[in-house]
């Protein structure tokens, strides 16, 4: 199976295109078609090889959750005329990414190994090691970067630069904590736990919507429930579903986005490895058997350009 890395529709409903690390997104006017490729990118970089069914299985989960959250607040979601596309509303964006975190896991344990006791401004206790669930779920926000890196950024860094406004930050961080807690309690009937995601936001005539991907593996970490609370007590590694077996192959072979550091080689074997996992993770995050079905960009063009007409 060949992975699609790129598209380029030619349809004469197409007023522009933005490519993205990940995403195609098309300029339809007044509405927005997202083209989920199978490239994968890990700290900030598009890796040189596409994953198959890669962008099938994150715009399925998306689409599953956001009509799973529709109740809490809208969303952009509109149609999926093709297992790799939606198009829904076109929204202004906030910029930036509200990510919200159960555990001390990934990123945020780097930063509390490495000796900080505060994250975007929010303290964070002595004496927790990793994997810990925090007493309430914490809320650490980045900025979003059309190019390079992210960036952590406070809720006091954001409203006093005019990023967002405060009744609007505010708004964002109750859709949050309300998003997460869907999310954890979907995924405790899936037998998993939802440790930590990140959610997009934008406007759309005054409204706030939900944008882009919801508790997919590349947005999202979960830990396997059973055996949580014993791993931990023995001080093991956690059973998690999530891209970050991505970035540990990557910094296992010397690579974590920093200048001068090379991609390890992508084989066939690493990629139908990587292709296997993320089947793995629909399966367990929506119960659901995964149906691999041939695709190509022309495939793809062919569905959206029937759904359009």
Known sequence: MKAVVKTDFSLPQIKGKYTGKVRDVYDLGEYLMMVVTDRVSAFDVVLPAGIPYKGQILNQIASKFLDATADILPNWKIAVPDPMVMIGHRCDPFKVEMVIRGYLTGHAWREYRDGKRSLCGVPLPDGMVEN???PEPIITPTTKASEGHDEDISKEEIIASGLVGRDDYEKLEEYTRALFQRGTEIAAKQ????????????????VIYLMDEIHTPDSSRYFYLEGYE???????????????FVREWLMAGGFQGKEGQKVPEMTPEIVNGITDRYIELYEHITGEKFEKKAYSAETIEKHVNEFIK
Do not use: H, N, P
């Open 191 to 206: 037998g998993l736990i939802l440790v930590d995601t990140k959610y997009e936001f934008g406007k759309k005539d005054g």
């Open 230 to 244: 014993e791993r931990q007590a023995k001080g093991e590694r956690q059973k998690q579903l999530s891209k970050e």
């Open 132 to 134: 810990q669930k925090f």
